[in-house]
């Protein structure tokens, strides 16, 4: 009975311990990212998935176990040095599918996620008529009937090309149509872009250059070193706000981007002008050195008050 009761005890040791060791043994989490690498395709081609995967971090994760489930088909591979992958599956149907892609890893959290491709309509292809209609003109030549088979078949024939001559002008009119539409929204963007960082900078210190345009020079000159000081913090935002835009960044993300980069302390305030005082003769560097970081001379204690 005591022996027993050890055994069962031993049991539940084990299987509580390596509980614990699989629990503990998840250090992170993987991130998947996938994209068929062409849409639509035609009806018998292979579809293939390419795709990353990193950890949290955004650092790229190798040797993860990949799979890619559509309907009971099922293709497997594994992640690169550099995080990457790439997957052909069978080929399909025409019309929109669905793929479930799961990654795995020892150590990681099992993730997924599902990738959509579509596949075209098959193109009609007309049936060979040139062997039966030199059967039938062979073997029925002078017969108005033949001649009339024959006439209609060429017709059709003709009907079908210019179907087909309509269809590939149709499909050819569409690509270049979408192909302008992108290089048009590019150039819009580009156009944009330099709009804002030139004209908007450059009007702003015209105005500011007509507004100090009378004050005596000695103003002018701190008061355009200030305005300078303010561009640059401006300009390092706007660059770090379009860094984060073409990184693929949200709106919001890019403008939190512009506000920390563009932001300036009170420190840095207060050292700048520290150093504008200095440059334009209002103090020299050692009475300067007087003042603390928060701009202020330092009090001396009152030693009656201490008492």
Known sequence: MNTSIGLVTLLLAVVISSSIVSASAITGNLVIKGFPQKSPLDSG??????????????????DVSITAVVGDDKASTVSN???????????ANSGKHYTNLIASKDGFEEVSTIIVY????????PPDLTG????????????????????QMDASRN????????RKEIEENKINVDEQRRLA?????????????ESTLNSARKSFEAF??????YVRGIFLDQFGFTEQKTTAGKEAKMKALESGAS??????????KAASSRGDVINYNTYLNAKHGFTDPTSQDSFDNEGKLPRQKDNNTSQ
């Open 118 to 125: 579509n596949v075209k309509e098959s193109a009609f292809i």
């Open 159 to 166: 009907l079908q090309e210019e179907e087909q001559k309509k």
């Open 185 to 197: 929204q590019e150039k819009l963007e580009k156009d944009l872009r330099a709009f804002d960082t």
């Open 81 to 91: 040095t550099d995080g990457s992958f790439k997957i052909s599956l069978a080929p």
């Open 45 to 62: 081609e292979v579809p293939v998935i390419v795709g990353r995967i990193t950890d949290s971090a955004g650092k790229p994760v190798a």
């Open 212 to 217: 100090v345009v009378d004050m005596d020079g």
């Open 251 to 260: 709106s919001k993300e890019a403008m939190k981007a512009f506000q920390k």
């Open 132 to 151: 039966v209609q030199t059967l039938v003109q062979d073997s029925l030549t002078n017969n108005p009937l033949s001649e009339y088979l024959i006439k």
